[in-house]
């Protein structure tokens, strides 16, 4: 019997993998409530034969971690939607996102008892932008935070 293999909704996810480092532009919000500026290191990398992509994530200040997280995104079968996995240091459950790509954008939304959450990745030349907005009703979006990422190496 022959194994399955990842589909071009996987091999799409690929242009995320490796080692990318930029800087983060943190709104004001209740976490942050003056805002700030803060540097970034993001490490994706294939994983279960390829069908998924692993994302080990710090955030920086003054060269000390003040956030980190660990992501799985992955394709659903049966929908063919992308979906990311997503714990992070506030200690919660995890998040589950889920979205597929528009173009060269990748928009992710996930619904907690804090909010709606949505997330995008959009890839550039360069690198690429990705932006975290927060909603109350999933109508209105406040940006939570907006970073640019460039290939480390």
Not at 6 to 17: D, G, K, V, Y
Not at 31 to 37: K, L, Q
Not at 78 to 98: I, K, Q, T
């Given at each position: 019997m022959a194994m399955p293999q990842?589909?071009?909704?996987?091999?799409?996810?690929?242009?995320?993998?490796g080692t990318w480092v930029g800087q983060e532009h943190m709104h004001p919000s209740p976490?942050?409530?003056?805002?700030?500026?803060a540097d970034a290191r993001i490490v994706n990398h294939r994983g279960a034969g390829g069908f998924v992509l692993a994302q080990d994530y710090e955030q920086r200040r003054d060269g000390e971690v003040v956030f980190s997280g660990h992501g799985v995104f992955w394709i659903d079968p049966?929908?063919?939607?992308?979906?990311?996995?997503?714990?992070?240091?506030?200690?919660?459950?995890?998040?589950?996102?889920?979205g597929r790509w528009?173009?060269?954008?990748?928009?992710?939304?996930?619904q907690s008892p804090m909010g709606h959450?949505?997330?995008?990745?959009?890839?550039?030349?360069?690198?690429?932008?990705?932006?975290?907005?927060?909603?109350?009703?999933?109508?209105?979006w406040k940006v939570l935070m907006?970073?640019?990422?460039?290939r480390e190496g």
């Open positions: 990842p589909n071009e909704h996987h091999h799409r996810l690929t242009a995320l993998a976490w942050v409530p003056e805002g700030s500026v049966s929908s063919g939607e992308v979906r990311l996995s997503w714990w992070d240091a506030m200690g919660m459950a995890p998040n589950e996102f889920r528009d173009g060269d954008q990748l928009v992710l939304r996930t959450t949505r997330a995008s990745w959009v890839l550039t030349a360069e690198g690429y932008a990705h932006t975290m907005e927060m909603s109350q009703d999933g109508e209105q907006e970073g640019s990422y460039r």
